[in-house]
């Protein structure tokens, strides 16, 4: 098993270049279901009906407060929740809580996945920028799609932003031209995700946009897939 990975120019720190993966195309939904389909006598409707429960369990899991142990020796279930408040009295939102759930692989998975690996570079990039790979509403599932006022989530690398810092973070421009709207709420700010609260004014075809700081640096990643509300 060949884990291919490139050497990036990190500008910052003591060290002068940092590593990334070097992704292949992602694995789908299709693909992942037509595998267990072929190793197993099951037929695609149970396949699909089995994973629809399970992502039911976990919700209705979440939703009662309940973590989880390591299930299927894969994953836990944690919950986290945030937020500043006045008085300990006052009733908060779920705006205001910002409760979310998270998904851990288990230590067994990640011990599995390092064991004989066969590690390939594959060249060196100049500049750090951030990456997209995936745009989903988390609203409908779709790729590349937003809702206005719901949640969308930005996976790739790099893309940790300073929220504080209204230079960087997620921003949108229409597609026909205009100024560009910032996002001002984050639920996940981190490397390889960035979840969002979309503004509920946001119309139209539009592009994302990422920017973030390398040291003093700027950088950003104009995501070419046009934006299509739902």
């Known amino acids: 098993m060949s884990f291919r990975y490139k050497v990036v120019k990190k500008k910052i720190g003591t060290s002068p270049y940092t590593t990334r993966p070097d992704l292949g195309t992602p694995l789908t939904e299709e693909e992942f279901i037509l595998r267990i389909q072929e190793s197993s006598s099951m037929g695609l409707g149970d396949i699909k009906s089995i994973f629809a429960e399970v992502r039911s369990i976990l919700i209705d899991t979440a939703r009662n407060g309940r973590p989880s142990e390591t299930l299927l020796d894969l994953f836990r279930l944690t919950l986290t929740c945030g937020g500043s408040i006045e008085d300990p009295q006052q009733r ?28 390939e570079p594959t060249g060196i990039e100049g500049d750090r920028v951030p990456v997209i790979e995936a745009v989903r509403n988390t609203r409908t599932n779709n790729l590349d799609s937003y809702s206005p006022g719901d949640v969308l989530r930005v996976s790739g690398e790099d893309l940790k932003v300073a929220v504080e810092d209204t230079d960087t973070g997620v921003f949108f421009r229409p597609e026909a031209g205009g100024s560009e709207v910032r996002v001002d709420r984050y639920i996940d700010n981190t490397e390889g995700t960035l979840t969002v609260l979309l503004p509920a004014d946001l119309t139209g075809p539009q592009r994302l946009i990422v920017r973030a700081k390398f040291g003093n640096n700027l950088r950003e990643t104009v995501y070419t897939e046009v934006r299509i509300p739902e």
Not at 97 to 115: D, I, K, T
Request: charge should be positive; proline fraction near 7%; hydrophobic fraction near 45%.
């Open 92 to 119: 908060l939102s779920a705006d205001a809580l910002n409760p979310h759930m998270r998904l851990y692989p288990a230590g067994s998975v990640q011990r599995e996945f390092r064991a004989n690996l066969t590690l």
